[in-house]
């Protein structure tokens, strides 16, 4: 899922205080299961924002609103019948949903009440872990399954630097070193000699390296589709 | 100047609160008219939503009892 947490309440603040009127829109999908945007979130920021804003001496009217999910058009067109009633949106989604809404509603100015922070998973209630950095070549297979570009502070490919320590993060004792959970659920396995095989520098250009990234399926894309139709016909 | 009085909202328990609440009020025993009873089928229902929305309404504390 979609890690994110939600921004200081002064900074939120500065954020919409040029508008009168402010609709929050929560997202149902990651944001909700990780506790920062959801249904339940959206109406404790949006209670607190308007008695903030009342004891500032200029009370805004503030309303919340949730979609199933920000990041897809259906899910967010039917907000466009009540976005007149409101000078801005404090959107509670990840920076996917921020950017969805202000695509959609050009008009409208769009805030993050959130901070986007990573791709990841609850490890127990309340502690939430990277796992992924969607370098786009994954190479999950050749590393027991534990991925060394998300949790290796380095990013390193064969084998764990100088500065792995009892199993430790020389960057920060809470991270566990990568490269030796790696080398430890390959033993485990029977799977050491996967480790002997030297990994070539990484292809990054994959990843942010190539520039903003685009997924194409022409079989799904609506478009090609009726024009395949159209030739068929003719 | 008026002695402040503060607004109360209790949020009382159905089994355990409010049913004494309930008892009190048959045996004629009198409560200050600032606390306000509103009963919930179990504290635990209670969320943090219900007491920020009594405090924008302007109550100056919330109990909750169960």
Sequence with gaps: ?234 | MTEFTPEIVAFCCRHCAYAAADLAGSLRIQYPPNVKVVEVPCTGRLDIVEVLHAFERGVDGVMAAG
């Design chain 1, 1 to 234: 899922m979609i890690v994110a947490e939600q921004k200081p309440l002064e900074e939120i603040k500065e954020l919409i205080a040029d508008a009168e009127r402010v609709l929050i829109v929560g997202c149902g999908t990651c944001v909700t299961v990780c506790f920062a945007g959801g249904a339940k979130e959206a109406a404790i920021l949006g209670s607190t924002l308007r008695m903030a804003t009342r004891l500032d001496g200029h009370g805004k009217a503030i309303d919340e609103v949730t979609v199933q999910r920000q990041c897809e058009w259906e899910y967010i067109d039917p907000l466009e019948a009540r976005l007149d009633d409101y000078d801005l949106i404090l959107s509670l989604g990840c920076g996917i949903g921020v950017q969805t809404l202000a695509e959609r509603f050009p008009d409208k100015p769009v805030v993050p009440g959130l901070n986007t922070v990573f791709m990841g998973l609850p490890v127990e209630q309340g502690v939430w872990e990277e796992r992924c950095q969607a370098c786009g070549d994954c190479i999950l297979g050749l590393t027991a399954g534990i991925c060394p570009i998300a949790r290796c502070s380095k990013q390193l490919l064969n084998g764990p630097c100088g500065g792995s320590q009892d199993g430790r993060c020389e960057v920060d004792e809470s991270i566990p070193c990568a490269w030796q959970l790696i080398y430890e659920r390959a033993k485990a396995l029977g799977r050491l000699d996967k480790l002997l095989e030297i990994q070539p520098p990484k292809d990054w250009s994959k990843s942010r390296d190539g520039g903003p990234r685009r997924v194409v399926r022409e079989d799904l894309r609506l478009t090609h589709r009726v024009a395949e139709v159209a030739g068929g016909e003719r």
